[in-house]
């Protein structure tokens, strides 16, 4: 398709053809004619192209071309590169040229040289080539259980009849027409109207010789007659903002360098093994640039980001959502390019380096995604054909009062394959080891954010979503059995039953739910003078009374420092010296607390600022001595909580914890065990007041001796260094249910591990 210098015809510049020749037989009648000069003709491909007709009684062959201006066309036979025959434009429809070829009544593999008044083109036409869609995967689409969409739909490299090219196939079943709209035909709608499939809805047309990286929209005409311009649903790449236009992906591939981490992954039994996450905000992790409003690329984020990751002793990096999205502010939160890594740190094969680098490293990678809605941005899924596709019609369950977006039609089978798909797409194509799904309580609940009358109740007259509890289910269990190793997590922040609980017992079939209820009490509680914390104990004990109703995750996330919430260790009262105490022995809690762990970036080291997506990060605090202790003492629980099975291979039962003392509301202590699968028991005693406390017995399960594995008011960690002398020996005095127990020196403020050792 590259342009060639112009020669000058050995033939006379066409004109229009002549009727007396027999050309309606050629053309078709005018409104056909003048339909496929414009590009909305439903169904281009019967129609242009080389096909056989009937022309007076005989046999004969003809080529169509839709060429804007174009002014001399040519059938090459591509065997010889001999002339075949010229094409000529149909008067009142010039841009379509038309033409007999000569005697010959068989298809042959032809190309078609193009004047125009400056150049020439030799071009592959893409209506002489079959459709290659497999019935098989147009059927699963259509049933709501294609896996691999995005192999066929979008824009996918292929070959067909001996050329190397690209597939476009689009769903848009309620569309008069649709043609690829696209740098290499000038934006020009007439120039590539695409197949229709009448069962299906979808729309594809194979297009030879384009580079990777060119840059494409889908026009589509509404059954009203309007037309509108769309991104591909299932582009691969998407040009950055302001701009909108789907990019056609580069044919590469990526040479994995994980095997070991994937074949590791699928051995593991996730519920009894340590988790510990990092999420992490790629756009303002760190920065870079003069102005410090540079995004690092992929590449500098494996050379920064991983070996920070990795000191810090985290299990896994989570990454807020990386689908493209138009608006930073949304975080990634309202994505358009459900299928497109975002531009914003490097292609899809940069991103795949750094997920590499991570396992490489030894450490898991979860990525934040976004079935729950999407944004009404013109050039997205919104009334994509110009009817309601993607979300659903009723606005009572497709509209979203409190985001001000669209909520996907979840009973579609067409959407259900979309989404399917798109799960599938992250966890295969990029190696992710684990989809944390947002806003799950969004999607289950028909009354969700609504008042009275702005909702429709289900067939059974409940307020549950059927549709999209479904769906859950399928998708969990479908991605369960294909992808061994990975954990399917749930952002719900409501008391549903059976989240993590598994399908076959009625249970959505989720690995893990985020524990919003513990997140919530918890930060209630530090928030509080400690004076006044003994009023408010329960915060830090109810937890137990539900802690293994589910499989949980104990979430600090971003949401926790953003809106005028304050970061974790603003939310604290008292002088620096209490905060970061506080903070320390909060830790120290969560950590040995039944359930996973998640902590947002800079909670780390205790950022004092919220959260503020455009900005770095403000790592010069890393220069003090209490924000180097704090992100320590984070890296020697990751160390602790790795080394010690009591903090998690029991995480799912009850019998893997006992409290010792969680009535000491007076002096706001809390006391408990936790045990490994061997009985093997770590204690952890907290407190939440600045009083030391000398002499406070607390029970043991057995006798022997306990070393103090951590304590947090060490002045290692900013403490005042009150302690147990690197241990404490069991006394065969019951007390706090135990038939051991021992004196400690509790420290201020702080939290303290002790694990049971045998003796030598």
């Known amino acids: 398709?590259?342009?060639?210098?112009?020669?000058?015809?050995?033939?006379?510049?066409?004109?229009?053809?002549?009727?007396?020749?027999?050309?309606?037989?050629?053309?078709?009648?005018?409104?056909?004619?003048?339909?496929?000069?414009?590009?909305?003709?439903?169904?281009?491909?019967?129609?242009?192209?080389?096909?056989?007709?009937?022309?007076?009684?005989?046999?004969?062959?003809?080529?169509?071309?839709?060429?804007?201006?174009?002014?001399?066309?040519?059938?090459?036979?591509?065997?010889?590169?001999?002339?075949?025959?010229?094409?000529?434009?149909?008067a009142g429809a010039e841009p379509l040229f038309v033409g007999k070829l000569g005697r010959r009544t068989t298809s042959f593999a032809y190309q078609l040289q193009v004047h125009y008044p400056e150049a020439q083109v030799l071009l592959d036409d893409p209506y002489a080539a079959p459709s290659i869609l497999d019935e098989r995967d147009i059927y699963l689409f259509c049933e709501g259980r294609q896996q691999q969409a995005w192999q066929f739909l979008g824009?996918?490299?292929?070959?067909?009849?001996?050329?190397?090219?690209?597939?476009?196939?689009?769903?848009?079943?309620?569309?008069?027409?649709?043609?690829?709209?696209?740098?290499?035909?000038?934006?020009?709608?007439?120039?590539?109207?695409m197949r229709f499939h009448p069962g299906s809805g979808l729309w594809e047309i194979f297009i030879p010789g384009l580079q990777g990286g060119e840059y494409y929209k889908y026009a589509i005409q509404t059954a009203a007659g309007e037309?509108?311009?769309?991104?591909?649903?299932?582009?691969?790449?998407?040009?950055?903002?302001?701009?909108?236009?789907?990019?056609?992906?580069?044919?590469?591939?990526?040479?994995?360098?994980?095997e070991s981490w994937m074949h590791g992954r699928s051995q593991i039994a996730w519920h009894k093994a340590p988790i510990s996450i990092y999420e992490v905000h790629l756009g303002?992790?760190?920065?870079?640039?003069?102005?410090?409003?540079?995004?690092?690329?992929?590449?500098?984020?494996?050379?920064?980001?991983?070996?920070?990751?990795?000191?810090?002793?985290?299990?896994?990096?989570?990454?807020?959502?990386?689908?493209?999205?138009?608006?930073?502010?949304?975080?990634?939160y309202q994505p358009v390019g459900l299928y497109a890594p975002t531009y914003r740190f490097g292609n899809a094969a940069a991103l795949k380096a750094l997920i590499d680098a991570f396992h490489q490293a030894g450490i898991g990678v979860i990525l934040?995604?976004?079935?729950?809605?999407?944004?009404?941005?013109?050039?997205?899924?919104?009334?994509?054909?110009?009817?309601?596709?993607?979300?659903?019609?009723?606005?009572?369950?497709?509209?979203?009062?409190?985001?001000d977006t669209l909520i996907y039609n979840y009973g579609r089978k067409e959407v259900q394959s979309f989404l399917l798909s798109n799960a599938c797409y992250w966890l295969q194509e990029f190696h992710i080891?684990?989809?944390?799904?947002?806003a799950v309580s969004s999607m289950l609940y028909l009354d969700y954010s609504r008042k009275a009358g702005e909702w429709a109740p289900n067939q059974?007259?409940?307020?549950?979503?059927?549709?999209?509890?479904?769906l859950l289910q399928d998708l969990n269990t479908r991605l369960y059995s294909r992808y061994p190793g990975i954990m399917m997590i749930a952002e719900e922040s409501t008391a549903w039953g059976g989240v993590s609980r598994d399908v076959g017992?009625?249970?959505?079939?989720?690995?893990?739910?985020?524990?919003?209820g513990w997140m919530h009490d918890t930060l209630s509680y530090i928030s509080r003078d400690p004076i006044h914390r003994s009023f408010h104990h329960h915060e830090m004990t109810f937890s137990l009374v539900y802690a293994y109703t589910e499989e949980f995750i104990l979430s600090l996330s971003h949401d926790e420092v953003v809106h005028g919430k304050r970061s974790l260790i603003e939310k604290i009262p008292g002088d620096d010296w209490q905060k970061f105490a506080t903070l320390r022995a909060y830790y120290g809690f969560m950590w040995a607390h039944p359930g996973k762990q998640l902590l947002f970036m800079g909670n780390e080291f205790a950022q004092r600022h919220e959260w503020q997506h455009d900005y770095s990060l403000d790592w010069h605090l890393l220069q003090y001595a209490p924000h180097q202790q704090l992100q320590q003492w984070v890296t020697d629980l990751n160390q602790c909580y790795r080394q010690c099975p009591a903090l998690w291979q029991r995480d799912g039962e009850g019998s893997g914890f006992a409290w010792l003392d969680c009535t000491d509301a007076a002096d706001s202590v809390l006391a408990f065990c936790r045990f490994d699968d061997h009985g093997n028991a770590l204690v952890a005693v907290c407190n939440f007041t600045p009083t030391v406390h000398h002499g406070y017995r607390i029970g043991l399960p057995k006798a022997g001796h306990y070393r103090e594995l951590l304590n947090s008011d060490s002045h290692f960690y900013g403490g005042s260094d009150v302690g147990n002398g690197g241990g404490i020996n069991a006394e065969a005095v019951p007390w706090q249910g135990m038939q051991h127990s021992a004196m400690i020196n509790l420290p201020p403020l702080a939290t303290v591990y002790f694990q049971w050792q045998e003796s030598d």
């Open 1 to 90: 398709m590259k342009p060639q210098p112009s020669a000058q015809s050995n033939q006379p510049s066409a004109v229009a053809v002549a009727q007396s020749d027999g050309a309606s037989g050629i053309c078709g009648d005018t409104a056909t004619c003048q339909a496929l000069a414009q590009g909305c003709h439903g169904d281009a491909f019967s129609w242009l192209g080389m096909h056989q007709i009937v022309l007076e009684g005989k046999s004969a062959l003809v080529v169509r071309a839709v060429l804007p201006g174009a002014t001399d066309v040519f059938v090459i036979e591509r065997k010889s590169g001999k002339k075949v025959a010229q094409l000529l434009p149909v």
């Open 505 to 516: 017992s009625g249970g959505l079939g989720f690995g893990f739910k985020w524990n919003m």
């Open 155 to 193: 824009a996918n490299w292929r070959q067909n009849d001996g050329l190397d090219g690209v597939l476009f196939c689009v769903w848009a079943p309620n569309a008069k027409a649709v043609s690829v709209i696209a740098d290499f035909n000038c934006w020009d709608q007439r120039r590539h109207s």
């Open 368 to 403: 934040d995604w976004v079935p729950a809605h999407f944004p009404k941005d013109p050039h997205g899924l919104a009334r994509f054909d110009g009817t309601c596709l993607y979300e659903h019609e009723d606005p009572r369950r497709g509209s979203h009062p409190d985001w």
């Open 227 to 258: 037309w509108q311009q769309k991104a591909d649903p299932f582009a691969r790449a998407m040009e950055p903002p302001p701009h909108n236009a789907s990019r056609v992906p580069f044919a590469e591939t990526w040479s994995w360098g994980d």
């Open 460 to 470: 059974y007259g409940g307020r549950e979503n059927l549709d999209a509890i479904a």
């Open 433 to 438: 080891d684990g989809l944390r799904l947002d």
């Open 284 to 332: 303002s992790w760190r920065r870079k640039g003069a102005d410090g409003r540079e995004y690092l690329n992929y590449e500098e984020l494996i050379a920064q980001l991983v070996p920070y990751v990795s000191a810090l002793g985290f299990t896994h990096v989570e990454f807020m959502p990386l689908s493209e999205y138009p608006f930073d502010g949304s975080w990634g």
